[in-house]
């Protein structure tokens, strides 16, 4: 079976930058499972699969604007350092918040003295991905995957081993918004979740 629209598909990969930098890689957490034709993952990622056969392997470059986008400074935003109350920020950190353009999530890029910057791009925004994959297996899918929008067997995005344990990174089962590490299922920030994130067309069942 081909790889085509309402196929599930597993594939192993490794996701490298320009500089060759591994970024990311199934490894030891498997293959990763997706529903294709279903934006599972990013749109770069799913052409470059589309047609190949259990078995297949393939380099894949993806072009920012088929990955995480362009890096964009209008989804740069300053804030009060008092708008986190208790907590104490850090450069780094990323939580989930809704702004003007819905759920995302935010990353702390810089705090200089009572402002804190966060930069609403994806982490893989402006850069241009290097997938090296290997496809693992490819079926038809089950009417209930094609109603949610998702893979069910075998830790997909409902059972373990999915967004759950934060396989999301780099094209993972998550939507292209919400997938970065830190995304919509992982336990750093619970409370996200129901909005717009797993329980909702995200990765959850519900
Ligand atoms: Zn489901």
């Known amino acids: 079976m081909r790889v085509a629209k309402e196929t599930v598909v597993a594939i192993e990969y490794t996701l490298k930058d320009d500089q060759g930098n591994i970024i990311d890689a199934s490894g030891d957490?498997?293959?990763?499972?997706?529903?294709?034709?279903?934006?599972?993952i990013i749109p770069g990622l799913e052409q470059g699969v589309d047609g190949l056969v259990a078995g297949d392997t393939k380099n894949v470059l993806v072009p920012p604007q088929l990955g995480y986008g362009e890096y964009s400074d209008k989804l740069l935003q300053l804030v009060p350092l008092s708008a986190f109350?208790?907590?104490?920020p850090q450069v780094g950190m990323r939580f989930h918040a809704e702004t003007n353009?819905?759920?995302?999530?935010?990353?702390?890029?810089?705090?200089?003295?009572?402002?804190?910057?966060?930069?609403g791009n994806h982490e893989l925004a402006g850069k241009t991905l290097h997938f090296d994959i290997k496809v693992v297996s490819v079926r038809a899918a089950e009417p209930t995957e094609l109603a949610h929008g998702h893979p069910h067997q075998s830790g997909g995005c409902c059972g373990g081993g999915g967004c759950g344990s934060g396989e999301a990174s780099g094209g993972g089962c998550c939507s292209t918004e919400e997938g970065s590490e830190g995304?919509?299922?992982?336990?750093?920030?619970?409370?996200?979740?129901k909005q717009g994130g797993c329980g909702s067309g995200g990765c959850g069942c519900s």
């Open 183 to 193: 995304g919509c299922c992982s336990t750093e920030e619970p409370a996200a979740q």
């Open 29 to 40: 957490r498997g293959p990763m499972e997706y529903l294709h034709g279903a934006q599972n």
């Open 85 to 88: 109350g208790a907590n104490t």
């Open 101 to 119: 353009l819905g759920m995302r999530v935010l990353t702390i890029k810089k705090i200089e003295g009572e402002e804190v910057t966060l930069d």
